[in-house]
């Protein structure tokens, strides 16, 4: 089975500080993505990668940036975190014939 | 442009009582339809899925039928348990080639015993 790691469950974090969250997966996926979740909300699509080094703007990407340095990683990045952006965030690979996995999530808070 | 937009919640049944859950959609061309399931502390996990018209996906009792002529996609089961308490999502990709999904605000489901 496809596997998609998210490298940490829960994070706490200051505000103004630069955070990383990291995403692996183990099956040759072309497709990333990086979801945010909130009640009420559903997922908003932050940004999403087709490519090594290929990243493109979701719904909502205002404060964070993306890295998609080989095929398997692609990191979220939160460049000066902020207390609106406290939330649980997804990541997701994708590939055509094997469907969409999710990684099981990151609980940030930001205080 | 794509949206889902499904039923708000919470919906509370009892045990062995019929659930539906309904979806409906706003899509160019011709979207692949999803419902994914998340349980309390986990990730999502995909139920079931239909990639063109009068598809039905199934899976562990859950039925939906993607009707274009009316855009939905209503889950439905017709006994639930208990263990079925979740969130329930549902959501659509352009086509076959597994881009971007766009996703609705989801459904809290409790069932009591």
């Known amino acids: 089975d496809v596997k998609v790691t998210q490298s940490s469950r829960y994070l706490v974090k200051r505000t103004g500080e630069k955070v990383f969250l990291e995403c692996v997966q183990d099956?040759?996926?072309?497709?990333m993505f990086w979801y945010r979740q909130d009640p009420g909300l559903g997922l908003r699509l932050i940004y999403f990668?087709?490519?090594?080094?290929?990243?493109e703007k979701g719904d909502i990407p205002e404060g964070y940036s993306v890295s998609r340095e080989k095929k398997e990683r692609f990191s979220l990045i939160l460049e000066s975190a902020s207390t609106n952006q406290t939330s649980m965030y997804l990541c997701?690979?994708?590939?055509?014939?094997?469907?969409?996995?999710f990684g099981s999530g990151t609980r940030l808070t930001v205080v | 442009g794509n949206s889902v937009t499904q039923m708000e919640g919470p919906v509370t049944l009892s045990e062995e009582a019929f659930l539906t859950i309904n979806c409906t959609y706003t899509?160019?061309?011709?979207?692949?339809l999803f419902w994914y399931v998340q349980y309390p502390g986990e990730g999502l996990q995909l139920l079931l899925k239909?990639?063109?018209?009068?598809d039905k996906g199934s899976n562990k009792g859950f039925e939906a039928t993607y009707r274009k002529e009316t855009t939905s996609f209503h889950l439905e089961k017709g006994s639930v348990q208990v263990s079925d308490s979740a969130v329930y999502f549902c959501?659509?990709?352009?086509?076959?080639?597994?881009?971007?999904?766009?996703f609705g605000r989801g459904t809290q489901l409790t069932v009591w015993p």
């Open positions: 997701a690979s994708s590939r055509v014939n094997y469907g969409y996995t």
């Open positions: 899509a160019t061309g011709y979207p692949s």
């Open positions: 239909a990639t063109k018209a009068d």
């Open positions: 959501a659509l990709s352009e086509g076959s080639t597994l881009g971007r999904l766009y």
């Open positions: 990668s087709y490519d090594v080094k290929m990243k």
């Open positions: 099956m040759d996926h072309e497709n």
